[in-house]
Structures are given as structure tokens and as C-alpha cells.
């Protein structure tokens, strides 16, 4: 039993179908493709094979450099090469990766409103054993949000970026521990259906990972 905090989620929390599911044209991945996407495959390969990735990945019309000079700290090399392959979307119909090179400083002001919002709750229910808060050493910096309000972010530990845990803020319990992967890792065993938190709800028993493993993609007008 991993000492990781992986609690059964709320029913309401559950990852929601599509609201309309494309045509049946047979299954998406079969045979060694299949196995690989969920269950001997690892790291970026495995999950672009279960996950693929868009044609136009969206950003935003900035650059990494000036991003990193708006924050004042570079952000991991995982996630600036997800966002580069992927860009900003809805990851599993649940998650979503905010536009990260907005140019009207989009991504730092989520990320202020978020730690307020995180410096707010200490204290109570939601962050009874509280984190430091961003741009506090070690404080948690967001990234993406549930559908729920959920947070995924870094706890912001030392001058090393790829160094940085992961961390989510649950909106319906209160603050775990640090996720025990990295963010491609966290990202494959969820949309495999291998690895649920609060906030990170899992699949029913009779629902097929490779159906739920769907990444909507954002264009320039999206609002985050």
C-alpha cells in the first residue's frame, strides 16, 4: 500500500462521458498498439500512442523566454515540451492546461488569482496541512484546473524547475500530499485508468481507457 493519499472519489467528481460520442468505427487502438498504449509503454511515447496529440498545437503568440521573465523562474522542461507537442486543451474531458504563452500575461494572472485563492483557504477544510504559497519558496504554482476547480500545479522547492512535485489542491477534500510521478507519468496512468486523487477522479471498472484518453485541443479563442 503506497503511503500516497489515493482516495475514492465523489460520484459527482467523476470524469463525465462525451456529451456526444463519435461514430463507431471500430476500435481505436488494437493489438500490440493497444497494449503498449496501456500497459507496457512509458513515458511521451506511450501517451501520444493513447492520447494523440493535435496537428496545430495552441499556446498563444508569446514565447517561452518571456513567459519564464513574467514568472521569474523557468517552468519544468516536461511540461514546456507537453505544452509544445500538445498546446492548451481539456485533457480527459476533466482537466484543463491553461494557454501557457498568452501575450496579455494570461498564464501569471491564473496563477495569482490561484494562489490567492490557496492563501485564502488556510486554515480551513481545503488546506488544513497548507503549502507554502506561490511566489513564496516552495509555494504552489498552477497550471491547469478541473472542471470542478480543481488545481494541478508545482510546489516551487529550489532553483531546479524539473525538480518541482506535483501537487493538486482538491476542491472537495483537503490538501494531499505530492503526487508520486511526474506530470507525462501522472497524465498516462490517469488517462489509463491506473491512477486516481482527489481532484484527478478515476474510471468506472467497465469503462474502457482508450475511450476516455481524449485530449481536446484549444484555439485562439479559447477564454483560459
Known amino acids: ?71 521569474g523562474t523557468r517552468l519544468p522542461a516536461e511540461y514546456v515540451a507537453l505544452m509544445d507537442r500538445y498546446g492548451a486543451g481539456c485533457w480527459g474531458d476533466w482537466l484543463r492546461f491553461h494557454t501557457p504563452l498568452r501575450t496579455d500575461g ?13 492563501r485564502g483557504a488556510i486554515g480551513g477544510w481545503r488546506a488544513e496541512d497548507p503549502f507554502p504559497v506561490w511566489p513564496e519558496p516552495g509555494g504552489l504554482l498552477a497550471f491547469a484546473t478541473s472542471n470542478d476547480a480543481d488545481v494541478l500545479g508545482w510546489l516551487t522547492e529550489g532553483p531546479d524547475p524539473d525538480a ?32 486516481e486523487t482527489e481532484g484527478l477522479p478515476g474510471l468506472d471498472r467497465d469503462d474502457d481507457p482508450v475511450e476516455f484518453a481524449l485530449f481536446e485541443p484549444w484555439d485562439a479563442t479559447a477564454y483560459w
Do not use: S
Open 164 to 195: 518541482w512535485p506535483l501537487v493538486v489542491w482538491p476542491r472537495h477534500a483537503p490538501q494531499g500530499p505530492p503526487l508520486p510521478y511526474g506530470l507525462v507519468d501522472t497524465l498516462l496512468a490517469w488517462q489509463r485508468g491506473r491512477f
Open 106 to 118: 494570461g498564464f501569471r494572472r491564473l496563477a495569482e488569482q490561484n494562489a490567492e485563492a490557496y
Open 1 to 71: 500500500m503506497t503511503h500516497f493519499r489515493l482516495a475514492k472519489v465523489h460520484l459527482a467528481a467523476r470524469r463525465p462521458a462525451l456529451a456526444a460520442p463519435p461514430p463507431d468505427t471500430g476500435p481505436r487502438l488494437t493489438g500490440e498498439r493497444r497494449e503498449f498504449a496501456l500497459t507496457t509503454g512509458t513515458g511521451p511515447a506511450a501517451l501520444t500512442e493513447l492520447t494523440p496529440p493535435p496537428h496545430h498545437p495552441y499556446l498563444g503568440g508569446g514565447t517561452w523566454e518571456r513567459l519564464f521573465e513574467e514568472l
